[in-house]
């Protein structure tokens, strides 16, 4: 996976342990063989994403794909899109919303609010690992576009 050769950091943002070894697991299986970096809170993604100052600069020039689960502990992972998606240094991050929320209003709000693209975790194991192996597929030809 690359955004024009450069290797691609996968930040993982997914509190549940079990679908957090699921996910890495079948992101290999499909063989994606990035570092994937996992946080199970938000506020930590988001010191690695912008930064503890939140500004941005720490990622800028840096190439992330973003996995963000919208259940998290400390705060709602559309409020971690929002953040991600109206900072000019991180606005054009691929965001991938892997959630057991399939609310039509919830999954319209995340594409307005720039996710590329919204999983639903199925509760049955073959179906989610099946998601994330075409996920695994995706992560493979995509291109990270420049974040200036």
Excluded: W
């Excluded at 199970?40 to 996995?67: C, H, M, P, Q, Y």
């Amino acid at each position: 996976m690359n955004g024009l050769g450069k290797e691609v950091t996968i930040v993982m943002v997914e509190d549940d342990e079990g679908h957090a070894r699921l996910i890495e697991k079948n992101i290999r299986r499909a063989g994606v063989h990035n570092e994937v970096v996992p946080f199970t809170n938000g506020t930590e993604a988001l010191d690695f994403v912008l930064g503890k100052d939140r500004s941005g600069l720490s990622s800028a020039g840096k190439f992330l794909l973003i996995l963000l689960d919208l259940n998290l502990p400390d705060m709602s992972g559309i409020d971690i899109l929002q953040k991600i998606k109206s900072n000019i240094h991180t606005k054009r991050l691929p965001v991938v919303i892997l959630t057991t929320t399939d609310d039509e209003r919830e999954i319209q709000r995340c594409y307005d609010l720039g996710a590329n693209v919204y999983i639903t975790k199925p509760v049955e194991y073959e179906s989610f690992a099946h998601a994330i192996r075409q996920l695994g597929l995706f992560f493979s030809v995509i291109q990270i576009p420049e974040t200036q």
